[in-house]
């Protein structure tokens, strides 16, 4: 198997004041494809800022990365929007949503930027919205949503262009037990299905526990990556 995902001594460091801070620092693993791996850590850990740089939303100080074969690093911005259009999918922990825009049409938006607004398009849109639990919903603006039903609109949206990975962070944070359960198994399903990638920063560790493998973040720098066995399967459970 190939690794769809590679990263290469990455760093990420932020001025705070006249210091730098290091948030990522000289990370390095890869992932094969078609896999899935839990990103686990404390708050503040860099969890979020490593799921920004492997999906190319964010550059890195040094390193690089290369998802599905291309170094993203040396991209520019509209080049890397190319790559993540074709490949990636991405939940964001604060949703993103355009707030100018309906629910279906929000989940619309990666095929637009593609050309694709087609009938078809918005067809398999609404019947996304349908499997999270929104198809009467489709109409509404972000504001009219609760910041789980938001969750939902952001979760189907990922899907639409069938990616190759999907990035998501805490993608069941904002979800009530039952939604959570039932998200879970779409976006497991797509992995199992259509041999999506997934890589998701969770503090559910029960989620992180059906993954395949568990990379556990402190201060910036991989702290554990292991093999979710049976066994830490059956202690989580
Ligand atoms: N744009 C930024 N500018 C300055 N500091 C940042 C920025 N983004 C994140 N940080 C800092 O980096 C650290 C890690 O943040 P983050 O990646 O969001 O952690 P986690 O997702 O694990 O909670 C935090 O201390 C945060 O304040
Ligand atoms: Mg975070």
Do not use: W
């Amino acid at each position: 198997m190939s690794n769809i995902l590679q990263v290469n001594n990455l760093t990420r460091q932020f001025k705070s004041g006249s210091k730098d801070l290091t948030v990522v620092d000289h990370i390095s693993f890869s992932i094969q494809e078609g896999t899935s791996c839990a990103i686990v850590g404390p708050s503040g850990s860099g969890k979020t800022t490593l799921l920004g740089l492997c999906a190319g939303l964010d550059r890195p100080t040094s390193g690089n990365v290369v998802l599905n074969g291309i170094d993203i690093a040396p991209l520019s911005e509209d080049e890397r929007a190319t790559v993540r259009n074709e490949h990636v999918g991405f939940v964001f922990q604060s949703f993103q949503l355009v707030p100018t825009l309906t629910a279906i049409e929000n989940v619309m938006v990666p095929l637009e930027l593609r050309g694709q607004a087609t009938k078809e398009v918005r067809k398999r849109a609404l019947s996304l919205l349908e499997e999270v639990g929104l198809g009467d919903r489709h109409h509404h603006y972000p504001t009219q949503l609760s910041g789980g039903e938001q969750q939902r609109v952001a979760i189907a949206r990922a899907f639409i262009n069938e990616p190759k990975i999907l990035f998501a962070d805490e993608p069941t944070g904002n979800l009530d037990t039952e939604t959570g359960t039932h998200i879970e198994s779409l976006i497991f399903n797509l992995n199992q299905q259509e041999g999506t990638t997934l890589v998701l920063v969770t503090h559910d560790l029960e989620l992180a526990s059906r993954c395949e493998r568990i990379i556990r973040l402190k201060n910036g720098k991989v702290d554990s990556d292991t093999k979710t066995s049976e066994e830490i399967k059956e202690t989580v459970a």
